[in-house]
């Protein structure tokens, strides 16, 4: 289960509407074994597509070195999807090099850049294997 507090899953979907049409991509990290999210990190689609997503290589090395130098990992990686669902693409799935992290997907399909409802889904992905999770949003740590 992916516990993240209202202002991260908020600054998330902020982000995500932002950036529509264009996907948005980007990382919360925590101390290193806490499975906590705390640090939001929003990153720049170097891509620039409304289909995929790709970490600009030079800052996901920065934000890599950041980490690092803190004691933190990824606990969670976060894209949107603009025209379909909050699921794992192949693509997503041959991505995913984290097994520690919780892969967030907001899907603005919906709604776009406009208020209303998004769909808001975790999961694990391990070995090409994708795992949906609960997700507990809870107002503070």
């Known amino acids: 289960m992916l516990t993240i507090s209202q202002d991260l899953y908020d600054r998330i979907v902020a982000h995500a509407r932002a950036d529509h049409p264009d996907e948005a991509c980007g990382v919360v990290a ?40 803190r004691d933190e990992e990824p606990v969670v990686i976060y894209h949107s ?39 808001f889904r975790s999961f694990r992905i391990v070995d090409g294997e994708v795992t949906e999770e609960e997700v507990k949003v809870v107002t503070a740590y």
Not at 31 to 46: I, K, Q, T, Y
Not at 55 to 67: A, I, N, Q
């Open 30 to 69: 925590g101390p290193a074994g806490s499975d906590r999210p705390e640090r939001f990190v929003p990153m720049l689609n170097a891509a620039r597509s409304p289909t995929f997503y790709e970490f600009d290589s030079s800052d996901l090395l920065k934000l890599y070195r950041e980490m690092d130098d």
């Open 81 to 119: 999807h603009t025209a379909t669902e909050a699921y794992p693409s192949r693509t997503d799935i041959s991505y995913a090099n984290e097994p520690g992290a919780h892969y967030v997907l907001v899907s603005t399909a919906e709604t776009g850049t406009e208020e209303g409802p998004v769909e």
